[in-house]
T-cell receptor, first 112, second 111 residues
Framework: EADIYQTPRYLVIGTGKKITLECSQTMGHDKMYWYQQDPGMELHLIHY???????EKGDLSSESTVSRIRTEHFPLTLESARPSHTSQYLC???????????FGNGTRLTVT | SQQGEEDPQALSIQEGENATMNCSYK?????LQWYRQNSGRGLVHLIL?????REKHSGRLRVTLDTSKKSSSLLITASRAADTASYFCATDRSGTYKYIFGTGTRLKVLA
């Protein structure tokens, strides 16, 4: 369907590890987003970007960081993972203006 | 706090029945969107309604928007087992394009 890809699909790691969740889109969208979602729960916006070199924090405070060096790529990094970071992370993109979001299938992260 | 809240939180109906879910939000918006999420997957866009529109249709979906009450409803007619999913509304606060999602309605359609 939508050309937005997240890797890995599932990740289980130990506490203290550094991880990067990848998100790429081939649609040339300027806007990209990261949402955090616990199972069966609402989505929380943690990061968004309006374009290259533009990133802002979302409404939910997160210890993760993001970068936007290329239009198509919006990786999310956790410098030191903790069990509280266990969640599903969803990446999305959209065109400028009033446009729908296109979501990837998510990365389900488990920190042990 | 989250911009939107859906109700009911969960809804279980028989195949062929209509399903209605509601969304309320707090601030002025440019548009409101509805999404579907199948278990363990990303969200899929269903329909977008602009703030100056009152009703919109797409196939078996009908969305209404009442900006005076800051609420929207999604009606799925003649539901099918394949409609079983969680449904979310999303709004962008006027002047921004930060999309904030509601709490979701979990719909189960029984065959």
């Amino acid at each position: 369907e939508a050309d937005i890809y997240q890797t890995p699909r599932y990740l289980v790691i130990g506490t203290g590890k550094k991880i990067t969740l990848e998100c790429s889109q081939t649609m040339g969208h300027d806007k990209m987003y990261w949402y955090q979602q616990d199972p069966g729960m609402e989505l929380h916006l943690i990061h968004y970007s309006y374009g290259v070199n533009s990133t802002e924090k979302g409404d939910l405070s997160s210890e993760s960081t993001v970068s936007r060096i290329r239009t198509e790529h919006f990786p999310l990094t956790l410098e030191s993972a903790r069990p509280s970071h266990t969640s599903q992370y969803l990446c999305a993109s959209s065109e400028q203006g009033l446009s729908p979001l296109h979501f990837g299938n998510g990365t389900r992260l488990t920190v042990t | 706090s989250q911009q939107g809240e859906e109700d009911p939180q969960a809804l279980s109906i028989q195949e062929g029945e209509n399903a209605t879910m509601n969304c309320s939000y707090k601030t002025s918006i440019n548009n409101l969107q509805w999404y579907r999420q199948n278990s363990g997957r990303g969200l899929v866009h269903l329909i977008l309604i602009r703030s100056n529109e009152r009703e919109k249709h797409s196939g078996r979906l009908r969305v209404t928007l009442d900006t005076s009450k800051k609420s929207s409803s999604l009606l799925i007619t003649a539901s099918r087992a394949a409609d079983t999913a969680s449904y979310f509304c999303a709004t962008d606060r006027s002047g921004t394009y930060k999309y904030i999602f509601g709490t979701g309605t979990r719909l189960k359609v029984l065959a």
